[in-house]
C-alpha cells in the first residue's frame, strides 16, 4: 500500500526524437520474422473479424444493429491487440511465444479491455451525435457549392479532433496494462500525458499507422499482416515511451 502511494498519478514519459518511430517498426518486423507462426495465426484471425464486420455492416445498415456490432468489434478488437503485445513481451524476454500465453494475458486484463471498450465507445457514439448535430445546424443546398466546403470543413475539423482524442489515449495504454500492473484510467491518462509531451513524434506516428492501415486494407490480405506489425511495433512503442518501472510487471 506505501508503495501504491508513493507512485505519481501517471506514468512519466520520457522525450522523443523523430528517430523513434523508424525504430518501433524495424523492431515490430523483428518481431514478425521472429514468430511467423503466430503473426500468421493472429492475422488470420483479423481479417476474418474485419471481413465480418464490413460485410453484416454492408448488408444490414441499420443504425442498431451497427452499433451493436461496432462494440463488439471494439471490445474483441482490444484483446487480439493484447495478444499480440505478449508476443513481442515473450520475445523480448528471451521466451518463446506460445499463443496459450496471449489467451492468458487476455483473460487477466478482460475487465480492463472492457473499461477500454467502453470509453472507445462513447467517443464513437458522441461522435456520431456530433455528425448529426453538423447536419442540423450546418444545412447544405443543392448546387450551392460553398456550402457544401463549409459542411466539408467543419466535419474535417469535429472528425479531427474525436480522432486525435481517440489515438491519444490508446496509443500507449494497452500495451502498458498487457506488460504492467496498472488500472485502465492510469493507462489512459499516461497515455494522454505522453502524447502531450510528444505532439510531433507522435503526430508521425499516427501518420504512419493511418497509412500502413490504409494498405492493409486496400491489399485486404495485406491486412493481416500490417496489423500484427504494428501492434508489435506499438508495444515496443510503449516500452520506449513510459517509464513504468515503478508498477509491478504483470
Not at 178 to 192: E, H, I, K, N
Request: glycine fraction near 8%.
Amino acid at each position: 500500500m506505501r508503495e501504491e502511494a508513493e507512485r505519481p498519478f501517471v506514468v512519466p514519459c520520457r522525450r522523443l526524437t523523430w528517430s523513434a518511430p523508424w525504430r518501433w517498426l524495424r523492431a515490430g518486423w523483428r518481431d514478425v520474422r521472429r514468430a511467423p507462426g503466430l503473426t500468421a495465426c493472429f492475422g488470420m484471425v483479423i481479417v476474418l473479424v474485419s471481413a465480418v464486420v464490413s460485410l453484416l455492416a454492408w448488408r444490414l445498415g441499420r443504425f442498431a444493429l451497427l452499433a451493436l456490432l461496432l462494440s463488439g468489434f471494439v471490445y474483441v478488437a482490444p484483446l487480439i491487440g493484447v495478444g499480440l503485445y505478449s508476443v513481442s513481451r515473450a520475445l523480448h524476454a528471451g521466451h518463446r511465444p506460445r499463443l496459450r500465453d496471449s489467451f492468458t494475458v487476455a483473460r487477466r486484463v478482460m475487465g480492463q479491455a472492457g473499461i477500454f471498450a467502453l470509453v472507445q465507445l462513447v467517443i464513437m457514439l458522441v461522435w456520431s451525435r456530433a455528425g448529426m448535430m453538423l447536419t442540423a445546424f450546418v444545412p447544405v443546398q443543392k448546387g450551392v457549392a460553398a456550402g457544401w466546403m463549409e459542411y466539408l470543413a467543419i466535419g474535417s475539423l469535429i472528425g479531427a479532433v474525436f480522432a486525435a482524442f481517440t489515438f491519444a489515449v490508446s496509443v500507449v495504454s494497452l500495451p502498458l496494462i498487457a506488460d504492467r500492473s496498472v488500472d485502465m484510467v492510469t493507462a489512459c491518462v499516461s497515455s494522454l500525458n505522453a502524447v502531450l509531451r510528444n505532439k510531433r513524434v507522435m503526430l508521425l506516428w499516427g501518420l504512419l499507422i493511418v497509412v500502413l492501415t490504409l494498405v492493409g486494407f486496400v491489399t485486404v490480405v495485406g491486412l493481416g499482416l500490417v496489423m500484427p506489425w504494428l501492434a508489435y511495433a506499438t508495444w515496443h512503442a510503449a516500452r520506449d515511451t513510459l517509464d513504468a518501472s515503478d508498477w509491478p510487471a504483470a
